[in-house]
């Protein structure tokens, strides 16, 4: 796996033009900047065409595949500068990584006697009428949200397979969105373990370990008929609600990478969405990541400091992303019907909420309530209900709120989460109950928060010790847990 | 297509009590087992019932040496190997598929590829 990082992490980028050079510089620039697209765009695309010509009916030797595309794209490293781009990167990259893979399997004992066939297969591939594997250049299909073309050509499926084959149940849990973020976002080792605080060692057995798996027990390449593939999507769901956890949840100071996850992760979710359309969850999800995408020039300040929603800018809100978000929204209900919203489309309805509110004062915290409470019957983690706790302060006063978190907080899974003090600490500071209110933030420091999640509540703790006097209102506060989506 | 074995795992003292009838009714929903992964297009290949893990002997070994024979089976659990069955299907989601239709009262199925030629590499 040496080397697995030289395109993703920047490499390609950073080839700097000296002022004044030709057009040859030039050209060379243009290509790379077109390769890095290629990178985010057609990673996934490219392994999962490989993977299907290498693994035979099922499919399944990621590892060769992998090599293969990353092969692809360093070769593409080499070309593009030097001989210009191609019209159809994708099928420029599927056609060099699958004779990589070819040559791979040709040298491999083991796979010898599938020669024949693979042979067919390719020479079949390559006479194919939308160019190899069908991998169709036009690029627009996997890009930002655009559905057009990609039914025709087969290869959305094959993608789509892919995820479901590294989200498959069998695998363990860690390994699904490890391996989901490799080898469909093409994230390298050493980022997919920054993501995740492992190290890359540790990173690297995980995903031998799950690709391993998928060869060795036949995990199939495949998309299930209809009954499967509904069985098998909240799995899939999961994992990129993960990914993008782990992206919008700042657990390192790295803010850059955070970002990064949270990007692949909202890329992840656009092409679920059309690969499977029409699924409510779905359309939930993807709703309900571009919603929280739509805030993140908010949710911190110059220095990385979380603000919190309260406190928000609400014209640092990227407006088209809201409106795109409340779309995706108003798609999954209509898909929705009559059944009971999933708990994808409801967090995505709590987004909403906060999209649609004018400002923090206008938000209607009686619909919060609400929709924390159809969460908590449908999904009911010590999280979400701490979450809907908070949605009673702000919805029916500090004091209420209280009672609630108090009710929540004897969940043994609780005790070494910080939110749970910070949202106390919000409500006895509503209550004018600075002491305590000071004591439970310091509570929450106790329990060692992110850097960048520290530094907000050293900033709400040293704002209780400002001389103010105690709000009398009881109103609805920001209570940093019931921002809906912000985490 | 490959070959996977599917391991019945059981509780034995719920196997003992079962009278004449329930043994009979549970033949029969293996039989009805057996059907069914034909009408889908597998084929088992093998398999068998086992006896208790009280007639089980367990040879143990170290550092590549047989070391000793101990009395009764390898791992000591509530639920134990009762019987297996060797089935050729497409692929592992057809596997589990069957897994899901295998007569268990209660217990588990682990299902495991068998080791074919690909897997030696």
């Given at each position: 796996m040496a080397g697995s990082g030289a395109v993703g992490s920047g490499a390609v980028g950073s080839g700097a033009v000296a002022p004044g050079a030709g057009d040859d510089a030039r050209r060379a620039q243009a290509a790379r900047a077109l390769l890095v697209a290629a990178h985010r765009e057609h990673w996934g695309t490219v392994l999962a065409a490989v993977a299907r010509t290498v693994g035979g009916?099922?499919?399944?030797?990621l590892g060769i595949a992998e090599e293969a595309t990353q092969d692809a794209f360093v070769q593409a490293l080499e070309a593009w500068p030097r001989d210009g781009a191609p019209e159809r990167p994708a099928a420029w990259l599927t056609t060099v990584a699958r004779r990589r893979a070819l040559d791979r399997v040709r040298r491999d004992a083991v796979l010898r006697r599938r020669l024949p066939l693979l042979a067919v297969e390719a020479d079949r591939a390559a006479h194919a009428p939308h160019g190899p594997g069908g991998a169709?250049?036009?690029?627009?299909?996997?890009?930002?949200?655009g559905a057009a073309g990609?039914?025709?050509?087969g290869v959305p499926d094959e993608r789509l397979a892919l995820v479901l084959a590294c989200c498959?149940?069998?695998?363990a849990p860690e390994g699904r969105v490890a391996l989901t973020l490799r080898m469909?976002?093409?994230?390298?080792t050493a980022e997919v373990a920054r993501a995740f605080l492992v190290s890359e060692p540790t990173m690297a057995a995980r995903l031998t370990r799950a690709k391993r798996k998928v060869a060795a027990a036949g995990v199939p390449l495949r998309v299930p008929p209809p009954p499967e593939l509904a069985a098998r999507l909240p799995t899939v769901l999961d994992v990129v609600h993960l990914a993008a956890t782990a992206g919008h949840t700042?657990?390192?100071?790295d803010a850059l990478r955070r970002d990064d996850l949270a990007a692949r992760a909202l890329d992840l979710a656009r092409v679920l969405a059309v690969l499977v359309p029409r699924d409510p969850e779905v359309l939930g999800l993807l709703a309900l990541l571009v919603l929280t995408e739509a805030r993140a020039p908010a949710r911190t300040d110059a220095q990385g400091v979380p603000v919190p929603l309260e406190q928000q800018?609400?014209?640092?809100?990227?407006a088209g992303l809201t409106a795109e978000g409340l779309r995706h929204l108003g798609t999954a209900r209509r898909a929705l019907g009559r059944r009971r919203p999933g708990r994808h489309l409801l967090q995505a309805e709590v987004a909403a909420v906060h999209a649609r509110a004018a400002s923090y004062a206008a938000t209607d915290w009686q619909r919060l309530l609400l929709l924390h409470d159809a969460l908590c019957a449908t999904w009911p983690s010590p999280v979400v209900r701490l979450a809907r706790a908070a949605a009673v302060g702000l919805a029916r006063g500090p004091e209420q709120g209280l009672a609630a978190l108090d009710a929540v907080?004897?969940?043994?899974?609780?005790?070494?989460?910080p939110y749970l003090p910070a949202a106390r600490g919000e409500m006895l500071r509503r209550l004018g109950r600075r002491e305590e209110a000071a004591a439970e933030l310091r509570r929450a420091l106790a329990l060692q928060p992110s850097a960048a999640e520290r530094r907000g509540l050293e900033r709400r703790l040293a704002a209780l010790g400002a001389p103010e006097a105690p709000r009398r209102d009881g109103g609805p506060g920001g209570s940093g847990v019931s921002g809906g989506g912000e985490r | 297509m490959p070959e996977y074995v599917f391991l019945l795992l059981g509780d034995e003292a719920q196997d003992e009590a079962l009278s004449p009838q329930e043994w009979e009714e549970a033949f029969a929903a293996h039989g009805a087992f057996s059907e069914e992964v034909a009408r889908r297009g597998?084929?088992?290949t093998g398999g068998q019932a086992l006896m208790p893990t009280s007639t089980a002997t367990t040879v143990r070994f170290e550092g590549g040496e047989a070391v000793g024979v101990t009395d009764g089976p390898f791992v000591e659990l509530k639920?134990?190997?009762g019987g297996f069955y060797v089935i050729r299907c497409r692929d592992l989601d057809q596997a589990l598929e069957l897994a899901r239709l295998v007569?268990?009262?209660?217990g588990g199925v682990e299902v495991r590829p068998v080791m074919g030629e690909d897997h030696r590499g």
């Open positions: 009916p099922l499919g399944g030797d169709d250049g036009s690029g627009g299909a996997y890009g930002s949200g990609a039914a025709d050509d498959h149940p069998a695998l469909v976002c093409g994230l390298s700042a657990s390192t100071g800018d609400r014209a640092l809100w990227d907080a004897g969940d043994e899974r609780l005790r070494s989460y | 597998a084929e088992i639920e134990a190997l007569p268990m009262g209660s």
